[in-house]
Nanobody, 121 residues
Framework: QVQLVESGGGLVQTGGSLRLSCAAS????????MGWFRQAPGKEREFVAR????????YYADSVKGRFTISRDVAKSTVYLQMNSLKPEDTAVYYC??????????????WGQGTQVIVSS
């Protein structure tokens, strides 16, 4: 069973930065595209960013383009999300998951516990 553990969230002021990490329990995940998703209170979970298995290509939701950067360390089976210029509307629980190839859809049905990001105005 795949286990994904997110960390790095916290409380930050508008304009601040955070770096999220996602550690996978299975090294096989290093061979698939990975992504970040988020769910704000009262809203559906939404796609944020994805990265190919080798880190060669990335794709972002319009709402975070130019502010967030996704990366991965294949050797460590870890995916990162560097978030800069944070806005209150970025407040959400952030999750990582595999991503269906060239899409914004999550690959696995199960989710980790997520990591809470709160951006104060």
């Amino acid at each position: 069973q795949v286990q994904l553990v997110e960390s790095g969230g916290g409380l930050v002021q508008t304009g601040g930065s955070l770096r999220l990490s996602c550690a996978a329990s299975v090294r096989a995940l290093s061979a698939i595209a990975m992504g970040w998703f988020r769910q704000a209170p009262g809203k559906e979970r939404e796609f944020v960013a994805r990265i190919t298995w080798n880190g060669a290509r990335t794709y972002y939701a319009d709402s975070v383009k130019g502010r967030f950067t996704i990366s991965r360390d294949v050797a460590k089976s870890t995916v990162y999300l560097q978030m800069n210029s944070l806005k209150p509307e970025d407040t959400a629980v952030y999750y990582c998951n595999g991503v269906v190839t060239e899409s914004t859809q999550p690959l696995f049905r199960s989710w980790g516990q997520g990591t809470q990001v709160i951006v104060s105005s």
